[in-house]
């Protein structure tokens, strides 16, 4: 499998070093502004690398494409001509829509929209997966191959699910730090330093994510758990449980992650 990478930014490095430690190859880059690492990992793995769509010389079998939804309106048709002589055309850029994609890439372009996310750094994300028309079983079984070097996969049967994908995992590493910056907060408004403060929340976060991971319970049981009737946690709960609490907060929040990603179509 011949793969074609456009983007070599923070989540297509990490798709890149993801494959490379799968043994993928040949891999073949397009980045008009490659950094340093991806200059140096590029010259030790013999990756070619490129500046631009126009300098690849051999149709891939899998093109995927990492570069920002505005960036993608302007170059989408200078891919074109990989879609036409075959390559399935995987996109990851948020709220760009298949029909977008197809007036690009024509209508006979195998179309897989992705959505992954930043833990994907560390081989620890998610990535949600959507499949248009004509494309084919193993065209699915390639592209979860591909974006498993990043952690999970999820395909979902609807792709305005998308959108919801982005909305709650592509985002939600956001959601998290800021529940370490406001914990921290907090910690130092009850007295600790912001040192001691910050350390405790990363922590508690982080240690709390890893459980998730480890423990397949619900959260509700993992959450119940923690909690003793009448004790501090407990009188935690009881002001972010609150009608307008956590979950009513977060229902806003991921709504207007969703709204945004469609405007962006």
Avoid: H
């Amino acid at each position: 499998m011949s793969v074609l990478l456009i983007g070599a930014g923070r989540m297509g490095g990490a798709l890149l070093k993801g494959w490379l430690a799968r043994g993928v190859k040949p891999i073949t880059v397009v980045e008009p502004k490659p950094s340093a690492e991806l200059r140096k990992l590029a010259n030790a793995k013999k990756i070619s690398l490129l500046s631009a769509p126009s300098q690849v010389t051999k149709n891939p079998s899998v093109c995927v494409v990492a570069i920002k939804p505005q960036v993608l309106k302007g170059e989408a048709a200078t891919l074109a001509g990989f879609a036409n002589d075959g390559a399935l055309m995987i996109s990851i850029a948020a709220g760009t829509s298949v029909m977008a994609l197809t007036r690009a890439w024509g209508a006979k372009a195998r179309i897989i929209r992705a959505m992954p996310n930043t833990p994907g750094a560390i081989g620890a994300g998610i990535t949600g997966m959507y499949a248009a028309k004509g494309v084919t079983p193993a065209d699915k079984k390639r592209a979860t191959s591909l974006l498993a070097a990043l952690g999970d996969t999820e395909w979902v049967g609807k792709e305005g699910l998308i959108d919801s994908v982005t909305a709650v995992s592509g985002s939600g590493p956001a959601y998290l730090f800021l529940m370490v910056e406001a914990l921290t907060d907090a910690g130092v408004a009850e007295g600790l330093s912001k040192v001691q403060a910050e350390k405790f929340a990363r922590a508690t976060v982080a240690g709390a994510g890893a459980l998730l991971a480890a423990d397949k319970s619900p959260a509700s049981a993992l959450r119940e758990a923690v909690t003793s009737p009448g004790g501090t946690t407990a009188a935690a709960l009881s002001v972010l449980m609150a009608k307008d609490g956590l979950t009513t907060l977060m229902k806003r929040a991921v709504k207007a992650a969703r709204k945004r990603a469609q405007e962006l179509r």
